[in-house]
């Protein structure tokens, strides 16, 4: 009998925003999947007997290849075990979740998407912006940070730097004087408020402003 596999959002990092249901699948999985963006202290809410398995994911350094964790959790749900895979925000948004989900239903493998608070909007609360403004931002954007080396065509930036809206970029610290000429160039006021967020809703959070 097959198990079942819960592809989980652990919200942003504050403890008390992973949602309710994503608790309730912690506490009855027989295996727990989890990642170094994900708050470890929601471990302590596993099982005394389930299985826990780290496999890293720092951008830089990756313990296990994407495809080797998606062979684990779907070999440990054909044992019939309950599976989840404890992502950092919501598993949709960069999250892999979709990657997740497409090797599970190749499998026949039963699974559910529980979703989480996002560092793109959970991050700005904590740091006293709103995302939408009716004054100033009637739309928002969340664009990769994670930029491939010649990103010419990667990503629109004309459409980017001519938008009005508030423009959040996940792990862009890296790519951040890449992010700001292509934008720039684009038309972007380069007077345009800039906010850098890091560890957000985190006891360290730390949160850098640029405006005029």
Not at 52 to 59: D, E, N, R
Not at 139 to 166: C, P, Q, R, Y
Not at 175 to 184: A, D, F, G, T, V
Request: aromatic share 8%.
């Amino acid at each position: 009998m097959k198990g079942k596999v819960y592809l989980v959002g652990a919200g942003p990092g504050d403890y008390k925003l992973m949602t309710l249901k994503g608790l309730e699948c912690i506490r009855k999985s027989d295996v727990i999947v989890y990642d170094r963006l994900a708050n470890s202290s929601y471990l302590r809410e596993a099982k005394p007997d389930c299985e826990l398995i780290y496999v890293g994911k720092a951008s830089s350094n990756h313990i296990l290849p994407q495809e080797d964790i998606n062979r684990i959790i779907a070999e440990k749900a054909k044992e019939g075990k309950i599976v989840t895979r404890l992502k950092g925000g919501d598993p949709y948004v960069f999250g892999r979740g979709e990657k997740k989900a497409e090797t599970l239903v190749d499998e026949g493998i039963e699974f559910e998407v529980v979703p989480g608070i996002t560092s793109a909007i959970g991050g700005l609360c904590y740091a006293g912006i709103p995302i939408t403004h009716r004054d100033h931002a009637s739309s928002f954007h969340v664009i990769t940070g994670h930029l491939k080396g010649d990103d010419s065509g990667e990503l629109n930036w004309n459409a980017l730097a001519n938008n009005k809206g508030t423009l959040v970029f996940l792990m862009g610290i890296s790519n951040l004087e890449k992010i700001s000429e292509n934008l720039m160039k684009e038309g972007k006021d380069k007077d345009t408020p800039v906010a850098l967020i890091s560890w957000a809703t985190r006891y360290n959070q730390r949160v850098v402003t640029s405006y005029t």
